[in-house]
């Protein structure tokens, strides 16, 4: 028999213990009560859910958010509320004292399994995810969360998703203005082009340009745009995918289908524009070290060159090749040159050469006769491979071209060749090599015999490239660059003024962070709000026209192709939709045929806002209404510092998200801010990571997950009990790590629920260690955490007669001292998130009165501050404690028990007594005794008497040390 099943049936007997079918009662009741009363409603200073007399709000305003989940349909685990409880536990703390909290929880429901489940089973993904919607909804609805539920919003509602394409055709209505360093309308870039203030993109004279020039000019413009760029083509899912869903070998996560580069036109967001103030920004936040260097890191800013190596292409035609470098001080190293397979010159550079390997070192022909195949030979064999493969380290590989190239300071001529290392995305997509100074270029060298030439002297290049500092050496030439003896910042400051004297190179400030594909040839998400003339023009929709529902389709599966046909093309499901593609519209040049973009808009879009739509969920309006927004998420400087830049208040989510999610809203919300839509600089002030609840595993000898709860320990040894080929005990060996379905050791929240009751729940998974560390699953450890609500109970109810049973007894000086103690201590932990300690405080309290009052009553003063107390974090039990402690309120809204600051001071020390220079006894003296009252205290203490009787004498001195000791020096 269980613990949970013990307690269970012998409250069977006795309906008045707080057994789990007791706290079922109460926390349904409760439940109710808050969804009744609108406990959690916060007023908002205008629109729908404004007060209803219109009065002002009372109190601070406080807004706290967690990452939003996706409607799985698997329901939840015990895992995942963990964040969600410690939300909770801080928006009811806050809200006890007073504050006006924000607090709710929506969905991010569009996305990948509702849709592969509808290719698998014709259920429109709307039914599955409004299933899995309504079951989360249960699940989260028994652990009392106290959410406005006014405020609940899904990414897949028409009414959201409207904004969300709102917000896109704000993006594409906009331009980064490089002076201000701020997006602008479009509206005010037409004078700019018009007057010739501004010249396009590519150097043209605007007013000379056609009206389709004219457009094309100002596509080029916009934050939205189409570019073909290399995306990752799965033609056996019919759809592109993101870097992180292609597995290290090349291969799509879902349904390990190959993965294709290919070169396609795109819908692209500029997040590049954003680089630097996204990076800059962050000094802002309240973020934790590590999530700021992460996303430090994703953008990856350096500064560097960008320098010109010349080739010939053709009898007295030269072309530039350009290469980024981090280090132009090591120039005269350069001994060779790189190109990414993909890059554009490479054609050019082959025809260029003579077309032949004959007389060419073995090393550099990959085995054929002539870079022309090569080169063919060379890109086929890394077609499929990621950015993340090509850049793992291991034996180098490339092709020589056939073709050289001049070093601008030394005049060499190096040869040119491509590499997989080399990546076509990120700076040029072209580097000059310098291998006794870079580790890959050093590796590629040796297995290509190549000159490494020393240009930092330190070193030594003769075992290993040198990347470490020292003066530079080798480095001069006839036309006037010295940077010999010189340091690193003075060299590479004297190498780029020359290279801009000489027109061959310019100092270059390089991310690498991409622009964000924001294209997903899927059919569950958000439609673009994008239409394309008969000549293939796109023509953003108005506003009227929003939103742009997604059609119905006869099947939801992308137009696959033969999953190793590279060659292929996508076409999204939206396509099948004929009579949605085509549409009839009147965009200002009278009714013309226009045809709907089929693309939809990646899962990161409906979460890339939302704080913003939790604060207006109902505004037919607008996304969100300014004064709204500016009450909860507006800078407050007067509070908050003169650098401060709002947003949500506290937002906690799992650690997994602190580079894209985070990325992309702070870069939405940063448009919305430069075109004056919001306030808030930021929408995320504060963020909190918290740790997962983690669990053991156990797997047979054949590696076959088991079910963890049927398995016991023996000798440090585990079994499942009869599972076994002939009915003997199966051994199964323990992992740890992540709880899930898959793994079979997964725990729902219902059956606990069910079996302790949601309370004890809460205070297990605050109680199990701090907040961002992760910590492991006991079910059985949750009896600890019943226990204590039970004894709380008792304090309170007699179980026997359900009866209150507190008396109107004063509190002792020790009763006050621990009360205090016990509210001081866990206003501080619930204010910082300490919620395991907060716990631990008040079992301690709960301890201390039992052990004074017995098992059952205590006085009232001492239990009404605790079932207060109680009320964050295990909220049914306390307002149900509360109310039959006679108070007809809420406990939701406070008032929150005072701290008497005359407790928590020690009213007494103990001090020792020494007798000559020996400690021989301690004695208890008032903090603020006098030395006489120390002196004559000492004297008095029998051990002292005994001591200085043992030394054989008499007191002869007594000096006092206040608040330290007492020394006696006894003679004879
Ligand atoms: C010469 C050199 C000498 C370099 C040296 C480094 C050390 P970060 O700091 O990450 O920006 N690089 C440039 N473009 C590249 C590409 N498309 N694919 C692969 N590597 C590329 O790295 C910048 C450095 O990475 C550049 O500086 C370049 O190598 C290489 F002692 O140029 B360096």
Redesign the pocket.
Known sequence: MTNSEKSSSSAAANDYRYSPELAAQLEGKWQQFWNDNGTFHAPNPVGDLAAADGAEIPGEKLFVQDMFPYPSGVGLHVGHPLGYIATDVFARFHRMQGANVLHTLGYDAFGLPAEQYAIQTGTHPRVTTEANIANMERQLGRLGLGHDRRRVVATTDTDYYKWTQWIFLQIYNAWFDESQKKARRIEELLPLLESGEMATKDGRVYSELSEAEKREAIDEFRLVYRSKSMVNWCPGLGTVLANEEVTADGRSERGNFPVFRKQLSQWMMRITAYADRLIDDLELLDWSDKVKAMQRNWI?R?R?AEVDFTAEIGPKVSTKIR?????PD?LF??SYMVL?PEHELVDALVDAGSGSYEGVDERWTYGKSTPAEAVAAYRAAIASKSDLER?ENKEKTGIFLGAYATNPVSGEQVPVFISD??????????????P???E??YEFANVFGLPIREV?SGGNIAEA?Y?GDGPRVNSANDSGLDINGMEKAEAIATVIEWLQGQGAGEEKI?Y?LRDWLFARQRYWGEPFPIVYDADGHAHALPESMLPVELPEVEDYKPVTADPDDADSEPAPPLAKARDWVEVELDLGDGKQTYYRDTNVMPQWAGSSWYQLRYIDPNNSEKFVDLENERYWTGPRPETHGAKDPGGVDLYVGGVEHAVLHLLYSRFWHKVLFDLGYVTSVEPYRRLFNQGYIQAYAYTDARGVYQPAEQVVERDGKFFIPGAGEDGSDLEVFQEYGKMGKSLKNAVSPDDICDNYGADTLRVYEMAMGPLDTSRPWATKDLVGSQRFLQRAWRLVVDETTGELCVTDAALSDDDLKALNRTVDGVTGDYAELRDNTAVAKLIEYVNYLTKTYGSTGAPRAAVEPLALMLGPVAPHIAEELWSRLGHAESLAHGPWPAVDEKWLVDDTIEIPVQINGKVRARIDVATDASREDVEAIARADEKVQAAVENAGGSIFKVIVVPGKMVNLVVKK
């Open positions: 990856g350096s560097g290469v980024f470098t981090t280090r090591t190293g350069a990414a850049q290392y080399v990546l076509i995305g990120y700076g040029t997509g072209a580097i000059m090599a310098v006794a100074h870079d890959r270029d930092v490239a990347v390089q690498k």
